[in-house]
T-cell receptor, first 114, second 110 residues
């Protein structure tokens, strides 16, 4: 079984709809992240969480919200989806390795907003 | 401003033709530099972490090196299964965020 799972894997929705992307991990890591990937722009950080009570905004948090329901679960919500939120979304977890954090990524969710 | 630039954007190699991918970075105190491999439609797969200038790491046909301004991913005698996009990322001592480059798309032709 995969260590980091994301659901759904593909989602097509309409402008204005609220949607939730879910991430679960069995790696036992405290740190979890949400990224989006767009062609030519690379991976950009949306939100990150170091434990259940710690949530931080990333580079591009506007239009998104998150919930850390448990150590193993981190959800990303789009309150009112818009077409420029069409992208590939990745969840990642991180383990402290020496003085840095090694990230491990899920398989991604392809989101299309019409 | 912390930045990561990868070059070239795309690289086509014949099977067995060795080459290098470049990752240039500007960061206020490097905490770690990471290399990932990403196959189409999949999540990035962790390859290496480098912590300080002069450090090298190897895995099969891949070797990553680090200087104070850039990192190289050397690919020796590549095979078609090495075809993928290779991503570089850095983490600085200030703040907890990671900064990713846009990747190098590698195609190895049989």
């Amino acid at each position: 079984d995969a260590d980091v799972t994301q659901t759904p894997r593909n989602r097509i929705t309409k402008t204005g709809k609220r949607i939730m992307l879910e991430c679960s991990q069995t790696k036992g890591h405290d740190r979890m992240y949400w990224y989006r990937q767009d062609p030519g722009l690379g991976l950009r950080l949306i939100y990150y969480s170091f434990d259940v009570k710690d949530i931080n905004k990333g580079e591009i948090s506007d239009g998104y919200s998150v919930s850390r329901q448990a150590q193993a679960k981190f959800s990303l919500s789009l309150e009112s989806a818009i077409p420029n939120q069409t992208a590939l979304y990745f969840c990642a977890t991180a383990a402290r390795d020496r003085d840095t954090d090694t990230q491990y990524f899920g398989p991604g969710t392809r989101l299309t907003v019409l | 401003e912390d930045q990561v630039t990868q070059s070239p954007e795309a690289l086509r190699l014949q099977e067995g033709e060795s080459s290098s991918l470049n990752c240039s970075y500007t960061v206020s105190g490097l905490r770690g530099l990471f290399w990932y491999r990403q196959d189409p439609g999949k999540g990035p797969e962790f390859l290496f972490t480098l912590y300080s200038a002069g450090e090298e790491k190897e895995k099969e046909r891949l070797k990553a090196t680090l200087t104070k301004k850039e990192s190289f991913l050397h690919i020796t005698a590549p095979k078609p299964e090495d075809s993928a996009t290779y991503l570089c990322a850095v983490q600085a001592w200030t703040g907890n965020q990671f900064y990713f480059g846009t990747g190098t798309s590698l195609t190895v032709i049989p």
